[in-house]
């Protein structure tokens, strides 16, 4: 549904025999096509965020319908059959009773990670040379909420040399809220959003992440572990909740899971108070995600068994 292209379309468009535009197709129209090209399987990787289409999925155009991906949650729709996860997002018996979908939960994880090409190499701790901390808040900046933003000020205001940096849209909005609550307008910095690669770059310039809750981050926090950056979360109940943790604990760093928002604040003053601990972070963290992201084909091959099983499903005659 994105419109125009980019070196991920020309790779994506040339490994499969068709490929339909339709962004600008209205739901019904789009509906429509998918019902004449005879899809049986549908997947959908957005949910509920920018540019999705779910009201095409309402339609219900294919037979099966899958959720995966873009939104670690349930989609509400009736009409979406399954949502792909896996035991850390959603336990099993946690997550039944909040999604409309049946949970898939594959082995090797709800998702796979293949770090972006020409990817900046890690630096050395910022901190180290500025001689202060300096924050990133890179999540989508519709998770900040007010909870969010009044504990960022706690930190703030118990290191008082530290730096803040926001990148987003409506960032200077986080600012203000936070010169609200008594924090000099001088030590945040707002930044639009920027393309990848830039983006991967901002990190060069950050010690420490600060993660949205009760909705994590996930391509952002993957992405900051891969350039050396860590960041504290704060575990919650519900699926979007867990991604942070989920995360940070295979690679042994369950100290900046958080329990609850003073734990949090707690967690982040502990761990921007200690550069040398920071630093050796910084230097051992690719080389410690590295293990867990695989060549892809595992995550493929368990993903192509799981729609194979949902196809013999609806091709099975009712009992």
Known sequence: NQVGNDAMT?????????WREIATLDDDALADRIRRDEIDILVDLSGHTARHRLLTFARKPAPI?????????????????????????????????????????????????????ACPPV????????????????????????????????????LPTSRLLVVGRAGNGIKSQLEADGIDGARIESLERQPLLEYLALHHRVDLL????????GT???????????????DSAQTSGRAGGALLRPLGLSR???ANSADYIRKTIEAASDFHRLAEWRRTLRARLEPHLGDGSTYTRQLESAFRDMWLRWCAPAS
Do not use: C
Not at 91 to 107: I, K, Q
């Open 256 to 258: 900046l899971v958080a």
């Open 210 to 217: 600060l993660d949205t809750f009760p909705y994590n981050g």
């Open 65 to 117: 319908q899958v959720t995966m991906i873009g939104y670690m949650h349930t989609t509400g729709l009736s009409a979406m059959d399954y949502r792909i996860t896996d035991v850390t997002l959603d336990p099993p018996g946690t997550s039944e009773t909040f999604s409309t979908e049946t949970l898939v939960r594959l082995p090797a994880g709800a998702a796979t990670f293949h770090p972006p090409a």
């Open 123 to 158: 630096n050395e701790l910022p901190a180290l040379t500025n001689g202060h901390v300096t924050f990133g808040a890179f999540n989508n900046l519709a998770k900040v909420t007010p909870e969010v933003v009044a504990a960022w000020a706690d930190i703030l205001e118990a």
């Open 10 to 18: 020309a790779r994506l468009r040339a490994l499969v025999p068709h």
């Open 220 to 234: 952002t926090g993957i992405l900051a572990i891969w350039m050396g950056v860590p960041f504290v979360t704060v």
